[in-house]
Every structure is written in C-alpha cells, then in structure tokens.
C-alpha cells in the first residue's frame, strides 16, 4: 500500500483515527492536506501548506511523515506549542498506528538544567539572597528525581524565574566533556535520544540555532533528516534574522563576570586583578545601561553615534571586557572553568569588534534597552540567500504550514522572505462556519490611529461591545503605551476582571482568564498568536488599529531603505504583507472550535479609507459585517 492510500485508511470513517477518537469523522481538508504532504514526501519536493483554523493540520503533517518511514524534525513556533505537540499530538498518533516508532522533544540548552552550574550556584561565595538560596534547594531536590531535566517538568519553581540562570548553562558557559556531570548532562541525553529517534520534535530557535552554528562551522545540533516540517511557519524569517545576526547583551557580559568571579573564589584567589577585573566589568555593565536612559526603546545605531555620552560608554566597556580578557588567559590554566571563562571572553571581544566596527552595509545595526538591560545588535538585512542555501544543503522535503501564510491569496511575501522558489502551495481555509459564527464590527466616526484622542475614542467604542459580551474579551494592542492608558480608563469604566499584560506571567493570565470566564484582556503581541481559548471564556476580540510595525524600528527602516535603493516598492512588498499576517493572527484567536460564536471589533479607520484596506478584508475570514452597534447587542442576545 502507497503512503497516500495509507493517509486515506488512516483517516478514514473507519480507519486507525476513528478507533481511538470517539465520535470522529473526517474533514475533507485535513485529508487532502494529508495527500499533499505525502506527496510531497515521496516525490521529494517543498510544499507550503496553509490551513485554516480547524482543519487539523498537525494530524495531517504528522501522520504521513510517520507513515513515511523518514527521518523527520518537526519544528514549532513556540516551547508550548512544541510540549503539546510532543505530550498530546504524539501520544495519540502512536495509539492509532501500528507502525513503531521513536520520537524525541529536543530544546535549546537553557531548557534542561546543568546539574554542575547547580552546585557551583549552591557553593558559590557570591551573596544570593534567601529567596533564591531556597529556590536552588527546591531546584536540587528535583534534580534527583526528574528524568528528562526539562525545567517545563519543574513544578515549584517556574521557568520565567530568573534563578534559573544559575542552574542551566549556555554555549558559552558550558565545559563540554571537561564536566565532571557529562555523562550524566540532561542535555547530551536529550540529544543522543534525538539522533537515534524517527521523529524529532524541535522549534524555531533551536532550529535556526542549529544553522547558525554550521554556518560558523561548530557542527551541529540536530541530526540530519530526510523531512523537514515547518509548523507556524510564518515566524520563521524573523527568528532566522535574529540568530543569524550577532547580539551582544548586558546580560552575557554580566553572566562573564559573575562566572569569572565564582572561579576566581574558587582556583584563583590569589590573582587579586582576575577580581578587580571581573568586578569592574560588572560594574561598567550597570554603567553602561544608566548611560541609555531609563526609556525602553529599540533605536537606530546612529543615536548611538551621535551620543558622546554612549559612545564613550560603550569605549569604556569594551576597555574592561579586553581586560578581564587578559586576566582569565593568565588565569586559565588553572581550571576547565577560568579556560571556559577565557574562550568565552574572546568570543565576546570578537562580537563586540564586529558590531562597533560595521560597515559592510549587509547588516543592521542597532540596540535595545530593557528595564535594567541592554543588547547591541547585528541584523541581517535579507536572509533569503542564506535560507536557500541552507534547504540545499539537505535533500530533505520542506514542508511549511500555517493557518497564515497568504496575502490576499498569495504566497509570494512568504516565499520571498525565505528565497524560496520551487515549493508547490496549497491553501484550505477553515471549516467552521464564519458567517454565522461570528460578525465583524466596524464602527463608524473614530479618529485616526496618529489622534491624540484616539485610545480614550476607541475604549467608549469597545465599552458597549465588551458589556454586550459580558466580560469574555481579548483586547489586542500594537502598544504597550496604548494598552496602559486604556487600562486606566478600563479600570474605573467596566465591571468586569480586568487582566493586563505584564501584571502576571502570560500562562497565569491565561489560566484566570479561562477560569473568570468573564473577563476582559489587554494584551500586546505575544497574546496576538498562539493562544487557544475555546468555548464561551472567550466571545469577542477587540484590535485597535492595523499592526503596522512602527516606522522608527530600525531593522523595519534598515530593510525599506535598502529596497527603496533597488527600485521595489517596500510599504507594498514588506510593510503592508507583514501587517496583513499580523491582523490575521489576531482575528484567529476569535474562533477556535466549531461551537465558538463571537464579535471582532476593529477600530482603525483606515481599513475602509485607505486604498489598501482591501488586502486586510480579503485575507481574514468570511464574516458578517455591519457598523451598528445594534447588531452587536442582537448577535449576543441570540445566545441568550
């Protein structure tokens, strides 16, 4: 029996599927998504496959790249998504075939703890807190007791806590075979489980990881496959972007000198300059970020140029990273740690040079600064050369899906993007039943999203929506300023839970949101994707205006700049095709099962004034429209 037979057996009325899944019958879309996959299997050929919400696109890649026989890494936007891919989809697959086979969760490095980084924390002279002291004890325990490592498992201290730090490694800090744990590393484990596995289950960032460091000529981290799939596949250039430029963080050069300095404690304490050096770096660190201001902002390379205050910042900490440079050389014979520390410093002396010194003109440079941290940074201003390249190094059948890859029924953004060329494209939109499912509310009158009134406008707007609703609302942002000031007219406005983003963790205002089951969500990007809240918990999404990235972001400016220079139009190639993506992602989170009904509320006006609004109409769902709050109210009363 061929491969495309098999699908069609599998996922047949009577077939493997039904057997474990009560009440399943089959979608016609998954089933053809299947065929396409298989096909694109067996003849050796790259498929883009988009699949609406609904349609059952993990089933309908996973089993016929089982079925296959191959060697397949399955690659996720997100650690969640890969968990329950893993933990969920996986499991059930292997209950209804009877073809054996091994599969393996594979993540980056900083996801399994480092049992030797553990008890140099415990041991360390440095002063760590009560809190953190009890946290690394919790940690220790469970250290006796996990299987996998995996600080997912960790039930009592969660991975979000910043204490993690010293009880998981990076390629930096890591001593490889020189660790007196290796045999024993969570994370080898992990990665001999992978090379010997059918079926490898990675994400993005692990993915692009993995290329970059071929690329660099470090070997590499994952086992070659013979099919490779691409799930979310719309995030990929821009996790490529980041892992194929060169960051350089306060964070990296902070971790150096606390390192630096457990090992001085530890084999050195009689090279007092290895301390005064280590501690002058750190210090320099701290300065450094004070020199940025207190804003959190992305900002273009040349703010820092034309800044005497950063730049010289800047000089200093070069000046005292070369120099604790020169101490861990003297000092690095004394121990694998102080060499591990040694070679870490050369390579961040070197991507400091790089990112001081450009002037290629192939990279974007810029920075950014957090609440207590900065990064410096190298971008690439296209990676689909490099993208390319990478495919051809394997003779593997790609395979990308998402349920947005098109704009206005093309692919041509995404294939871009990536430089790729010769892929067959399919797209299936959702099974469920938009129409009468769901109703797209324009209001009339508001203002234009660059008004000074515009937030405090569109909250009076989304006011009686939400209280038709009940509660029960997503509401998206494209900025953490706008979120802020709605939520302080939201506050004294509603009667319903208000969750703001950056209050709690994401899952744990997830998780209340789910359980109120009447409550209201101000969220910015990361809530725009990835989030499935189904049922009633959930029966209006509200979106303040089109997600255009801001115009002064400076690898958006950097990469409109360069093709403005080849003659392309790159408001209509790139700027616009991303935000269509964007808005599509955030109208996905509104029906997600086929017994969700609710209200979107778009509040940019521009979708109606602006010629180009009809790229945004044509590519989100097939809903009912109107501009009359009226029909919001009767929408919602028919649930009633």
């Keep these: 029996m061929d491969s495309q037979n098999k699908v069609q057996e599998f996922f047949s009325t009577e077939g493997s599927l039904a057997k474990v899944i009560p009440g399943y019958s089959p979608r016609a879309a998954q089933v053809e998504m299947a065929e396409a996959v298989a096909e694109s299997i067996a003849d050796k050929e790259h498929v883009i496959v988009e699949a609406g919400t609904g349609t059952g696109k993990t089933f309908a890649y996973l089993v016929p790249a089982i079925l296959s026989g191959k060697k397949v890494i399955v690659s996720t936007g997100t650690k969640n998504l890969q968990d329950q891919l893993f933990n969920k989809d996986v499991p059930l697959i292997r209950q209804a075939l009877t073809v054996p086979f091994a599969a393996a969760l594979l993540k980056g490095r900083a996801n399994y703890l480092c049992t030797y980084r553990l008890e140099l924390a415990i041991h360390s002279n440095l002063g760590i807190s009560r809190e953190e002291a009890a946290d690394l004890g919790k940690i220790k325990k469970w250290s006796k007791s996990t299987r996998t490592g995996d600080i997912a498992d960790m039930p009592d201290v969660m991975e979000s806590n910043p204490v993690w730090g010293q009880a998981t490694s990076t390629r930096e800090n890591c001593i490889g075979q020189e660790c007196p744990e290796y045999s024993d590393c969570f994370l080898m484990k992990a990665r001999k489980k992978a090379q010997d596995a059918n079926l490898i289950v990675v994400n993005h960032h692990l993915l692009c990881a993995d290329w970059s460091i071929r690329e660099i000529g470090f070997g590499e981290l994952l086992p070659n496959a013979e099919v490779v799939i691409i799930d979310e596949a719309h995030q990929l250039a821009d996790t490529a972007s980041n892992f194929l430029g060169v960051s350089l963080g306060s964070k990296q050069l902070g971790d150096l000198a606390q390192d630096a300095l457990m090992e001085y404690f530890q084999d050195a304490k009689d090279m007092p300059d290895l301390r005064v050096a280590s501690e002058n770096l750190e210090h320099e660190v701290k300065d450094m970020r004070l020199a940025f201001g207190m804003d959190m902002t992305r900002g273009d390379w040349r703010d820092i140029e034309n800044n005497p205050k950063i730049m010289d910042g800047l000089i200093r900490l070069q000046e005292h990273l070369e120099a604790l440079a020169d101490q861990l050389e003297i000092a690095s014979v004394r121990s694998k ?304």
């Excluded at 899906?401 to 098109?406: D, E």
């Excluded at 319903?496 to 409550?519: H, R, S, T, V």
């Excluded at 255009?548 to 003659?567: I, N």
């Excluded at 778009?602 to 009809?614: A, E, I, M, T």
Aim: net charge positive.
């Design 337 to 640: 740690g102080l060499e591990a520390c040694f070679k870490r410093a050369e390579e961040l002396e070197e991507q400091f040079k790089n990112i001081l010194q450009d002037k290629s003109g192939k990279w974007v440079r810029w920075y950014e600064t957090h609440r207590k941290s900065f990064t410096l940074s190298l971008t690439p201003l296209d990676i689909a050369a490099e993208f390319r390249s990478f495919m051809a190094q394997h003779s593997a059948s790609w395979v990308f899906t998402s349920a947005t890859l098109s704009v206005d029924h093309k692919f041509d953004h995404f294939s871009r993007n990536l430089g790729i060329s010769n892929a067959k494209s399919y797209s299936w939109e959702s099974p469920f039943d938009f129409p009468n499912q769901s109703l797209f509310y324009h209001p009339k009158g508001l203002p234009q999203p660059n008004s000074p009134e515009f937030v405090e406008e569109i909250v009076k707007v989304a006011i009686p929506v939400i209280n038709a609703s009940k509660g029960r609302t997503f509401f998206l942002f494209t900025s953490h300023r706008a979120l802020q000031a709605a939520a302080k007219i939201l506050e004294k406005q509603i009667k319903y839970p208000l969750l703001i983003q950056g209050d709690k963790p994401k899952a744990i205002l997830l998780d209340e949101f789910k359980q109120l089951g009447n409550a209201v969500l101000l969220g910015t990007s990361s809530f725009w994707e990835g989030i499935d809240v189904r049922g009633e918990a959930l029966s209006t999404v509200i979106i303040d205006k089109l997600p255009f990235s801001s115009p002064g972001d400076p690898v958006l400016k950097a990469r409109m700049e360069a093709m403005e220079r080849q003659g392309r139009k790159p408001f209509f190639e790139y700027q616009l095709p991303t935000a269509v993506i964007a808005l599509r992602q955030g109208v996905g989170r509104l029906i997600r099962d086929v017994n969700d009904r609710g209200v979107l509320l778009l509040c940019d006006p521009r979708l109606l004034k602006k010629s180009y609004g009809h790229m945004f109409l044509n590519s989100v769902p097939a809903m009912r429209r109107t501009r009359d709050i009226k029909d919001v109210e009767a929408f919602f009363a028919e649930d009633e």
